[in-house]
């Protein structure tokens, strides 16, 4: 089976720019996706196609995907992006969620 | 605008059978891939079946490879997950989630529903 590695905890103080990692064999091969999930609340898309941004999701949010590694990049960080974040690939029908990560804003 | 309500959670037993429901609204849901995850409490997403705008291709993950069984009906824009020979390990927030893009597998979910509770215990 296809496994995604992600840092249980990042920290990163207001206004500061917070990177989260996603390592996965050949993972640059594949499309990544990033969701934002705050406590109490569904997931949210906020990057799809390793660097694509849906509407709505502000321009802070910006994504790469290269080698074995995607990551997601939040520039600007405000207490509000405080939430588990998760990244996700899929293929051949298969779809594999990393283990998410817990940004905290301090 | 978009919306999936999930319904069906609940108390069951170990080895008992129970069948989520999503209901979607405000889009061509037969034109969508749609997919179910899960989350445990205090635990990550994992992805646990998708399937076919017309039901012809389904995916499901190993663990629940013949005890889960996803199906649709466009005609009520509705997906279901029919849950059988339960474990403990399966009890989760259970959520129904749309492919962002129609007609074709893009893996990525745009919309989720809020998610139906099911807990499996004695």
């Known amino acids: 089976s296809y496994d995604l590695t992600q840092p249980p905890s990042v920290s990163v103080s207001p206004g500061q720019t917070a990177s989260i990692t996603c390592s996965g064999e050949?993972?640059?091969?594949?499309?990544a996706s990033w969701y934002q999930q705050k406590p109490g609340q569904s997931p949210v898309l906020v990057i799809f196609?390793?660097?694509k941004r849906p509407s709505g999701i502000p321009e802070r949010f910006s994504g790469s995907n290269s080698g074995n590694t995607a990551t997601l990049t939040i520039s600007g960080t405000q207490a509000m992006d405080e939430a588990d974040y998760y990244c996700?690939?899929?293929?051949?029908?298969?779809?594999?969620f990393g283990g998410g990560t817990k940004l905290t804003v301090l | 605008e978009v919306h999936l309500v999930e319904s069906g959670g609940g108390l069951v037993q170990p080895g008992g059978s129970l069948r989520l429901s999503c209901a979607g609204s405000g889009f061509s849901f037969s034109s969508h891939w749609m997919t179910w995850v899960r989350q445990a409490a205090g635990k990550g997403l994992e992805w646990v079946a998708n399937i076919k705008q017309d039901g012809s291709q389904i995916y499901y993950m190993d663990s629940v490879k013949g005890r889960f069984t996803i199906y649709r009906d466009n005609a009520k824009n509705s997906v279901y997950l029919q849950m059988d020979s339960l474990r403990a390990e399966d009890t989760a927030l259970y959520y129904c989630?749309?492919?962002?893009?129609?007609?074709?597998?893009?893996?990525?979910?745009?919309?989720w529903g809020q998610g139906t509770l099911v807990t499996v215990s004695s």
């Open positions: 050949t993972l640059g091969e594949k499309y």
């Open positions: 989630a749309r492919d962002q893009v129609m007609n074709i597998l893009t893996g990525y979910y745009d919309y």
């Open positions: 996700q690939v899929w293929d051949s029908g298969i779809v594999v």
């Open positions: 196609e390793d660097t």
